[in-house]
C-alpha cells in the first residue's frame, strides 16, 4: 500500500499554524469536510467546461494537499492540473476517478490521524491539569505551601 501522507505531516502543520493544536484540528477537519464539495466543484467544472473555475479548484485542493501532507493527493491533482493546461479535457477525465478515489482515502486517512492526535492531547491536558493542581496546591515540588509572611 501506498502512502497517503507524508510521515510527520501532522507536525508540519502544526509548525506552519504557529503551534496551536486547535487550528491545527480545525485546518484538518475543514479539508476533509471540504472534499466532497471540492471534487464536486472539480467534476462540474471541467463538465461545462469552466477551465478558469477547474484551475482555482486544483489550485485549492494542490495547496491544501500539500499542507497536509497529502503527497499523493497533491500529486495526482497535479496531473489532472497539467492536463488542464494543456486544455486536455479528456486527460482530465481520465485522471477525475482517481484524484476522487484518492481524496476520499486521504480524507480517512486524515480524519484518523487527527482523531488520535487530538485523543493524545487530551490525555496530555488532562494529566498537566493534574499535575499543576498539584503544584498550585503544593508548590513545584510537591511541597506544601510557604506560608505566608507576616510584616
Same mark, same amino acid.
Given at each position: 500500500?501506498?502512502a =497517503? =501522507?507524508?510521515d510527520?505531516?501532522?507536525e508540519? =502543520?502544526?509548525?506552519?499554524? %504557529? %503551534?496551536d493544536t486547535?487550528?491545527?484540528?480545525?485546518?484538518?477537519?475543514?479539508?476533509?469536510?471540504l472534499w466532497? +464539495?471540492?471534487a464536486?466543484?472539480?467534476?462540474?467544472? =471541467?463538465?461545462?467546461?469552466?477551465?478558469?473555475?477547474?484551475?482555482?479548484?486544483?489550485?485549492?485542493?494542490?495547496?491544501?494537499?500539500?499542507?497536509? %501532507?497529502?503527497?499523493?493527493l497533491?500529486?495526482?491533482?497535479?496531473?489532472? $492540473?497539467?492536463?488542464?493546461a494543456?486544455?486536455?479535457?479528456?486527460?482530465?477525465?481520465? $485522471?477525475? !476517478?482517481?484524484?476522487?478515489?484518492?481524496g476520499?482515502?486521504?480524507?480517512?486517512?486524515?480524519?484518523?490521524?487527527?482523531?488520535?492526535?487530538?485523543d493524545?492531547?487530551?490525555v496530555q491536558?488532562?494529566?498537566? +491539569?493534574?499535575?499543576?493542581g498539584?503544584?498550585?496546591?503544593h %508548590? +513545584?515540588?510537591?511541597? !506544601? !505551601?510557604?506560608?505566608?509572611?507576616?510584616?
Amino acid at each position: 500500500m501506498i502512502a =497517503l =501522507l507524508e510521515d510527520g505531516a501532522l507536525e508540519t =502543520l502544526l509548525t506552519q499554524v %504557529g %503551534g496551536d493544536t486547535s487550528l491545527r484540528h480545525r485546518f484538518l477537519r475543514d479539508f476533509v469536510a471540504l472534499w466532497p +464539495s471540492r471534487a464536486e466543484r472539480l467534476a462540474e467544472s =471541467l463538465a461545462r467546461p469552466d477551465l478558469e473555475e477547474a484551475h482555482v479548484v486544483l489550485l485549492s485542493i494542490r495547496s491544501t494537499s500539500t499542507m497536509v %501532507g497529502a503527497v499523493v493527493l497533491e500529486s495526482t491533482a497535479a496531473l489532472v $492540473h497539467s492536463a488542464l493546461a494543456l486544455k486536455d479535457l479528456p486527460g482530465c477525465f481520465r $485522471h477525475l !476517478p482517481r484524484l476522487i478515489e484518492v481524496g476520499e482515502a486521504t480524507c480517512v486517512e486524515l480524519a484518523v490521524l487527527a482523531a488520535r492526535a487530538e485523543d493524545s492531547e487530551r490525555v496530555q491536558q488532562g494529566g498537566r +491539569s493534574r499535575r499543576e493542581g498539584l503544584r498550585s496546591d503544593h %508548590g +513545584s515540588l510537591g511541597e !506544601p !505551601p510557604a506560608l505566608p509572611r507576616r510584616w
